[in-house]
């Protein structure tokens, strides 16, 4: 039976916090064996899919699912970042549907799908995650790092440092609170139980993609003035994932290198310090709209083909911005766009 750590870890939590505790990633520290490319002439090889934020309690969104091809070969691998559905049966049909698609189905999970406030059960949202990893199991999709074809998959488990409309949708347990950092440590603590398996998909794969439902760096999301929720950047991620993500990838610069998120519904492909990370939405109905919310006529993204890393993620509006403008902290300024909204100007 599949399991989050029992809540007597949390003071394990405690010490970490209490520590400071942060992996030390030096440079050069990871070595990886040489990259041999598995490229077939004929047929498929290994072929990877990223997904994220499907949320199909729309009816739109499971419509789309349903839309998928049933047509999957031996070897297609779908990761799911995150945040499928809030109703467990949702959830159910959901990932059911892509097991019926996909060879390899992986997840992590998101906050939306530990929300609690329309199940007929009464469970709180760690009892829920659990209820999910049981039938992660039963459904045959796998929630733990594994290699296929030579490539390794890491799925990780994270939260972020504060909270907003979770903090209503979501029922923690008493020493778990939405108002300090015990949720985003509890949750990284929960990858600890892999660490033999990711020493070894370290030191036997050349190619690692790692993946979560939250944001490892600001970098990530667009600044705040530019947003029409400000409050975003707050309620992204954590600094212990982007830590983690480097103690698994190292520092130097990597074409090999790669990790997938979710969460603020942003088409994103870009690298920073060496790392590509990419973000490939359904995202709601209503944002698919926007040319920089998610996507329909061209997920799953395809991010991987027989040995190598596919082409850049398409439209994706905000990274592209980034790529040709910096990102100016000190500037406090509305964008034209949010100072509409807002009826400032």
Not at 46 to 55: A, E, M, Q, T, Y
Not at 56 to 70: H, I, K
Not at 188 to 214: G, L, P, Y
Not at 246 to 265: K, L, M
Request: charge should be neutral; hydrophobic fraction near 35%.
């Amino acid at each position: 039976m599949i399991s989050c750590l029992s809540l007597s870890s949390y003071s394990f939590c405690e010490k970490i916090a209490l520590k400071k505790y942060r992996r030390c990633v030096k440079t050069g520290c990871i070595k990886r064996p040489q990259v041999v490319s598995g490229a077939k002439k004929d047929g498929f090889g290994l072929r990877v899919f990223v997904l994220s934020d499907l949320h199909t309690d729309y009816p739109e969104n499971m419509a789309w699912v349903r839309s998928l091809s049933t047509k999957r070969h031996d070897k297609d691998v779908l990761l799911v970042a995150g945040d499928v559905a809030e109703m467990y049966d949702n959830f159910i049909l959901t990932m059911s549907l892509l097991k019926e698609r996909f060879e390899y189905v992986f997840f992590v999970p998101g906050n939306h799908d530990l929300w609690c406030r329309w199940e007929t059960e009464d469970f709180d949202s760690l009892e829920k995650l659990n209820k999910l990893l049981d039938a992660c199991k039963q459904l045959g999709v796998e929630t733990n790092p594994a290699v296929i074809d030579g490539l390794g998959i890491i799925p990780l488990f994270s939260w972020y440092h504060e909270a907003c409309k979770d903090f209503h949708a979501c029922k923690w347990p008493g020493n778990l609170s939405n108002r300090d950092t015990s949720l985003a440590l509890y949750f990284d603590s929960m990858n600890e139980k892999n660490q033999n398996t990711v020493k070894q998909i370290q030191s036997t794969c050349s190619q690692i993609i790692t993946f979560s439902h939250f944001v490892p760096r600001q970098e990530l999301c667009p600044e705040k003035r530019m947003l029409f929720y400000p409050n975003l950047p707050k309620i992204i991620g954590s600094d212990w994932l982007e830590d983690r993500i480097r103690s698994i990838h190292g520092v130097e610069s990597s074409s090999f290198a790669c990790h997938v998120f979710g969460h603020t519904h942003f088409c994103w492909d870009a690298v920073v310090d060496g790392i590509r990370y990419v973000q490939a939405p359904l995202a709601c109905p209503r944002e698919r709209k926007r040319r920089m919310n998610g996507g329909e006529t061209w997920l799953p993204f395809r991010i991987y083909l027989d040995g190598e890393f596919g082409a850049k993620v398409m439209p994706c509006y905000w990274s592209d911005y980034y790529a040709i403008n910096p990102r100016t902290p000190s500037n406090t300024e509305l964008a034209p766009w949010v100072a509409r909204f807002y009826n400032l100007i």
